[in-house]
């Protein structure tokens, strides 16, 4: 018997449940380098997106810490007019869908991205990110408060009609309370979690060791938070579920499906096995030929229902 | 993503030479790897430029700072490599009188150039006689090293007259000076620049580096960039 991967986001069929976690994919800069990863993902997650180009955080960015890494990269990107103008073509020309990651410091950052990119062929869904911990306003900011988080989802709903996945931060006391107001807001999915907030400090000068001080926690560390957060949100709310954080292997996927999640994303375990979406999809085949529970759709409802 | 395995590693001076088992290409010179060894249980990999191979093996210069790279410097040691990647140094365009310039540890980068250069001068500059046996990497004929407190910007100024084009590789601060007074004197500069790096092909921007006043990722645009794109030291 081999397993049936295809699962659903909401009412977007996807024939794998592995896509890239925002941020931690480059496709076009991929195949440069010779590394068809676009091919591997049911769908391409994109670097978010700022209505104006910035440059991002100063270095260093990244700091390797037990379990994982910190990283204080600071949402570097085009802007959105560059953005809809050169890497939204170049991308799509993959021709795999998108989800487009918008961020923003304040509520019309988001609304413009949505009406901006509303008309755009190819994008399967725009990703809500109100959850980096790296900027100084915005972002965290939002949805570290329910009705903060309400407000942006329900200005993006009246500006698109394209499908809105939150994603949220698992920095708040209550994630599921943040899920019920994007749920409120008219989201259709969350995206669950971004990186936690975390500091390193250099041996040498004692001091934090990022430019940005401060960064994101990922990697392995995060797999329980993140999973904690799937299950609090899932029993508060309808909203389909991604998984995200820490994912590394079919293990690490089926924990996040028996959680509650529809789908999952792998980031930072990626950036030292560039196709690790392969292997973590046929690893997943494998484990649900193993258990006899052949479907993708069916896991969660054997398990924690 | 390859595996290989450390077939020898010996001391020079206050570095390792860490020869992998030819599994992988080694790309041409100033390009780099992300190697990590599976016995490390760390999240990421580290990226190291080639410094020599033949048939049957590749060797990086290494620099012991952590387990990571502790884990590497162990004969049998099983390593996953990805790459090569990178623009390295375009020896096709150094022109007719290359010079090559380095500084400490970075030097290594230029054996393999060296190679494709052998009529072209070593400049380079240590912070002591031990640190300076990295020089030994480099097979070129010609060679003239300073070690502290010796400035290597004095020992190039006559040098840059004659030069078709500066090779550059070592600590940033060396090589953005050695791009400046290239650009003084006219002289084409390729300089090979350093950046902590998580993924190596695009991914994760964290290797940024200023170039022409904006932030890059370095793995994208170098590591081995034109001197002009640097901001004088």
């Not at chain 1, 976690?21 to 978010?48: F, P």
């Not at chain 1, 809809?84 to 799509?92: E, I, Q, S």
């Not at chain 1, 807001?185 to 400090?201: M, P, S």
């Not at chain 2, 387990?67 to 990178?86: I, S």
């Amino acid at each position: 018997v081999s397993a049936d991967l295809s699962t659903s986001v909401g009412a977007l069929a996807l024939p794998h449940p592995v896509m890239n976690a925002s941020g931690t994919l480059d496709a076009l800069a991929a195949r440069a380098a010779g590394l068809a990863v676009d091919a591997e993902l049911a769908l391409l997650v994109t670097k978010t997106v700022t209505p104006l180009a910035r440059d991002g955080n100063p270095a260093p960015r990244v700091a390797e810490v037990a379990g994982g890494m910190l990283n204080s990269i600071g949402l570097p990107n085009p802007g959105l007019e560059a953005f809809a103008a050169m890497v939204l073509p170049a991308t799509r020309a993959l021709g795999r869908p998108l989800v487009v990651s918008i961020g923003g410091f304040e509520h019309a950052d988001y609304e413009l991205a949505c009406r901006t990119l509303d008309g755009e062929q190819g994008i399967a869904a725009l990703e809500l990110n109100v959850s980096c911990p790296n900027v100084k306003s915005g972002c965290i900011s939002i949805g570290s408060e329910p009705a903060e988080t309400e407000a942006v989802v329900r200005l993006c709903r009246a500006a698109t009609g394209l499908p809105l996945w939150v994603k949220l931060s698992p920095n708040v006391a209550d994630p599921a309370e943040i899920a019920r107001a994007a749920e409120r807001g008219g989201a259709d999915a969350l995206v669950l979690t971004n990186t936690l907030r975390g500091l390193a400090i250099d041996h040498r000068t004692l001091l934090p060791l990022l430019g940005g001080v401060t960064g994101g926690l990922s990697g392995p560390a995060l797999k329980p938070v993140a999973l904690a957060a799937v299950l609090a949100c899932r029993a508060a709310c309808d909203l389909p579920i991604v998984g995200v954080g820490g994912i590394a292997s079919g293990w690490d996927a089926l924990e996040f499906l028996a959680a509650g999640a529809s789908a999952v994303q792998v980031g930072s375990a990626a950036f030292r096995e560039p196709l690790l979406a392969r292997r973590v999809r046929e690893e997943l085949a494998t484990l649900l030929e193993e258990r006899g529970s052949v479907r993708v759709s069916a896991v969660k409802t054997t398990t924690l229902d | 993503l390859t595996r290989s395995r450390v077939a020898a590693c010996e001391p020079l001076g206050p570095y390792l030479r860490v020869r992998l088992e030819r599994t992988f290409p080694p790309g041409e010179p100033g390009q780099f790897h992300m190697l990590r060894p599976l016995a490390y249980d760390g999240l990421l990999a580290r990226p190291l430029s080639a410094v020599a191979s033949d048939e049957a093996s590749v060797t990086f210069l290494i620099q012991v700072r952590g387990p990571a790279l502790e884990a590497l410097a162990r004969v049998g040691a099983e390593v996953e490599v990805l790459g090569p990647f990178g623009h390295g140094f375009d020896a096709g365009a150094a022109g007719a009188a290359p010079l090559l310039v380095g500084g400490g540890f970075g030097v290594a980068l230029l054996a393999p150039l060296s190679r494709l250069l052998p009529a072209a001068p070593l400049l380079a500059a240590f912070r002591d006689a031990e640190a300076a046996r990295a020089a030994e990497l480099v097979p070129a004929a010609e060679r003239e090293l300073v070690l502290a407190p010796g400035n290597v910007l004095d020992a190039l100024a006559p040098r840059l007259a004659g030069a078709s084009c500066v090779l550059a590789a070592g600590p940033d601060g060396l090589v953005r000076a050695v791009a400046a007074a290239a650009a003084v004197a006219g002289v084409p500069c390729q300089v090979a620049l350093e950046a902590p790096m998580a993924c190596g092909y695009g991914a994760c921007y964290s290797c940024a580096v200023s170039l022409e006043g904006k932030l890059v990722r370095l793995c994208v645009e170098g590591p081995v960039v034109a001197g002009d794109r640097l901001a004088p030291a």
